[in-house]
C-alpha cells in the first residue's frame, strides 16, 4: 500500500527596518549591541513563531481546515486477481500557510491460484487380435494353458480371446497397474459360453485378499460384478450364456462412488466405497489371482476389445461405447470409423464433395459403392438396430435407388435385404425381415435437397422409419429374422450378383447423389435421439 506524504512551504519571515545613524560614537556602539541584540531576539523569537505557526497549520489542516477533495476509483478484475487504485486531491487554506497536499492509494486483493499442469491419463487396450498384447505396449499379456483365439471377433474383424475355463486357461500380465487412490474405468465386450461357476473371473489384480487390496471384475451368480474385497458393487440384471455383452464399470475416487454398467445402462451402484489400495500384483485376465495359490474361477467364453483409463467416464460416454457401433462422418473423404469399434470401411467410384456437415461422398458413376463390415449384432435374431444417413439425390437422376443393403457376406449375397432405399417414384422406404418384407413406406425424396432418414427396429415397435425427425409409421411388432452372421453394409448400390435378395419395394439399382453422417447403432433410437441428429 502506497503511504500518502505531504510537504510543507513556510513563508518568509520580514526583518525589521534599519533606522539612521543619530547618535554619537558611543553611544552609536551602545546602539549596534541592542541592535545585534535585537536583531538576534527577533530572529530567535521569528523561528519560534515559524514553528508554532507550523505546527498551528498542521494541527488545522488534521482538524478544521476547510477542504476540497476528489477522489476517483477503478477495479480491474483477471481471472481471481482483483486491483483496485484510489488517487486523492486536497487543497488546505489558512491564513498564514497555504498547502496542497496529492494522495495516491492502491489497494489489491489477491487470491492465490496455484496452476499445475493435469496429469495425463494412462490407457490400456487389448484388442485381442491374435495376441494378447497391449496397444500401448506397456501391458503386455501372455497366453497360459492353451488359451487360444476365435475370428471374428466383437468387431467382425480380427478376433478375440478364447478362454476354456474347464483347461485353467487365461491370460497372465506381468507389469502392476497402480490404480490406488484414483478414478478409473474398465470396458469389455464379453461372450460367456458357461456361468455354471459362483465365480467367472473377467479380470483380477491382487496385493492380498484383504480389504480394498484385491480388484476383481466377474459375473457372479450369473450378475456383473466388480469390487476390491470386500468392497463391491453387484448389478442385477441375469446374464445369458452365448451371447454379446458390453459391460463396463466406472469408479469415481472424488464421490467415492462405483458404477456397474450392461450394454451401456446402469445395472448397479455403490456409494461410500473406499478407493482401491492394492500396492503391487500381477493382473490376471480370465482368472483371480489368489496370491497364495494358483488361480481360480476362470472365464469359460470369449473376451474382445478389454480397455482401460484412468479418469471416471460418463454415463454418456458408456451408453456410446456400448451401443454406437459405427459412426462414418466421410470428412475430407475419410473411410474411417469415428465410432468406438474402428469398423474401417472401402469404397469404389466415389468422390468427396460438399456435405451437410462438413465433406460427404459423391456417388455420381454407375456401381459406385461404400462398404463396411462386418457387424455382428446386427446379424443376432431379434436384437434391435438403427441406421442413419443424411441424403441429397442428384436433380438429374432418374428414379429409384440403394440406400443400404445388408447381407451376410462382402459380395452382398448369402442372407441379404435392402433395408433402406427408394421406390419407383422416389419414396424413402425402410425394411426389415421375418421371413418375409415388413417395411415402412414415406413421402418422396425432394431432389437437390438434404434430407435425413433413419430406420430402426425393436421388438416392441416393429419397423419404424424417420424423415427429417418426424416419425413416419412404425409396423406391428415381430422377430427380426436376422442372419445368425456378422453383416455387411453396403451404401449406394445392390451388386448385380445380389438381384435375388430381398427387395420388397425398393427399385434396386445406383443411388445418384450425396450422403453424409452415417452411423449404424446396435439399439432403436428415441424421438430425441433421432431429433438431434436431424437438427445438427
Aim: charged share 10%; with cysteine; hydrophobic share 35%.
Amino acid at each position: 500500500m502506497m503511504e500518502a506524504r505531504s510537504n510543507w512551504s513556510t513563508g518568509e519571515t520580514t526583518h525589521p527596518n534599519t533606522t539612521r545613524n543619530i547618535f554619537s560614537k558611543c553611544a552609536l556602539s551602545r546602539a549596534r549591541f541592542v541592535i545585534i541584540g535585537v536583531v538576534i531576539g527577533a530572529l530567535i523569537a521569528g523561528i519560534g513563531l515559524a514553528s508554532v505557526i507550523t505546527m498551528y497549520v498542521s494541527d488545522q489542516s488534521k482538524t478544521t481546515a476547510s477542504t476540497t477533495q476528489t477522489t476517483s476509483s477503478s477495479t480491474t478484475s483477471i481471472s481471481s486477481t482483483s486491483s483496485s487504485s484510489t488517487s486523492t486531491s486536497s487543497t488546505t487554506s489558512s491564513s498564514t500557510s497555504t498547502s496542497s497536499t496529492t494522495s495516491s492509494t492502491s489497494s489489491t486483493s489477491v487470491s492465490t491460484t496455484t496452476t499445475t499442469s493435469p496429469v495425463p491419463y494412462s490407457y490400456i487396450f487389448w484388442s485381442f487380435d491374435s495376441n494378447c498384447n497391449d496397444m500401448y505396449n506397456v501391458y503386455n499379456g501372455v497366453s497360459m494353458n492353451g488359451a487360444s483365439y476365435t475370428s471374428p471377433g466383437y468387431t467382425g474383424y480380427g478376433s478375440a480371446l478364447s478362454l476354456d475355463g474347464s483347461s485353467s486357461q487365461y491370460v497372465l500380465v506381468s507389469n502392476y497397474k497402480d490404480m490406488t487412490y484414483t478414478s478409473f474405468t474398465w470396458e469389455v465386450w464379453s461372450y460367456p459360453t458357461n456361468l455354471t461357476n459362483f465365480d467367472n473371473m473377467l479380470l483380477s489384480m491382487c496385493e492380498t485378499t484383504n480389504n480394498s487390496r484385491c480388484m476383481h471384475w466377474t459375473v457372479r451368480t450369473n450378475r456383473t460384478y466388480f469390487g476390491f474385497y470386500s468392497n463391491d458393487c453387484q448389478g442385477t440384471t441375469i446374464l445369458e450364456t452365448n451371447r454379446w455383452y458390453h459391460i463396463a464399470f466406472v469408479y469415481d475416487y472424488p464421490t467415492l462412488t462405483q458404477y456397474l454398467y450392461l450394454d451401456g445402462v446402469l445395472d448397479g451402484i455403490k456409494n461410500s466405497s473406499a478407493p482401491f489400495q492394492g500396492a503391487n500384483g500381477v493382473m490376471m485376465i480370465g482368472a483371480l489371482n489368489t496370491t497364495s495359490g494358483p488361480p481360480v474361477s476362470f472365464w469359460s467364453g470369449y473376451i474382445d476389445q478389454m480397455s482401460y483409463v484412468s479418469r471416471a467416464k460418463t454415463a454418456t460416454e458408456i451408453f456410446t461405447d456400448a451401443t454406437l457401433v459405427a459412426y462414418y462422418s466421410f470428412d475430407n473423404g475419410s473411410l474411417l470409423d469415428s465410432g468406438p469399434n474402428k469398423i474401417n470401411g472401402t469404397a469404389v467410384g466415389v468422390s468427396v464433395t460438399a456435405g451437410r456437415i462438413n465433406e460427404s461422398l459423391l456417388f455420381n458413376t454407375s456401381g459406385a459403392y461404400f462398404q463396411a463390415g462386418m457387424f455382428t449384432l446386427l446379424g443376432v435374431i431379434g436384437h434391435e438396430y438403427s441406421i442413419s444417413l443424411w441424403v441429397n439425390k442428384l436433380s438429374s437422376a432418374g428414379a429409384g435407388g440403394t440406400l443400404a443393403h445388408v447381407s451376410g457376406s462382402s459380395n452382398g449375397t448369402l442372407w441379404c435385404i435392402s433395408m433402406l432405399g427408394l421406390t419407383a417414384s422416389d419414396e424413402i422406404v425402410g425394411q426389415s425381415w421375418n421371413n418375409s418384407i415388413v417395411a415402412v413406406q414415406g413421402s418422396a425424396l425432394v431432389a437437390g435437397v438434404w434430407t435425413h432418414i433413419v430406420t430402426s427396429y425393436s421388438l416392441t415397435n416393429g419397423v419404424r422409419l424417420w424423415i427429417n425427425g418426424r416419425l413416419i409409421g412404425s409396423t406391428p411388432q415381430f422377430t427380426y429374422a436376422a442372419s445368425n452372421l456378422a453383416n455387411w453394409i453396403t451404401i449406394g448400390t445392390t451388386f448385380s450378383n445380389a438381384v435375388q435378395c430381398a427387395h420388397g419395394n425398393v427399385a434396386i439399382g445406383q443411388f445418384y447423389g450425396m450422403i453424409d453422417e452415417l452411423k449404424v447403432y446396435s439399439r432403436e433410437l428415441t424421438s430425441s435421439d433421432v431429433y438431434q441428429l436431424a437438427n445438427p
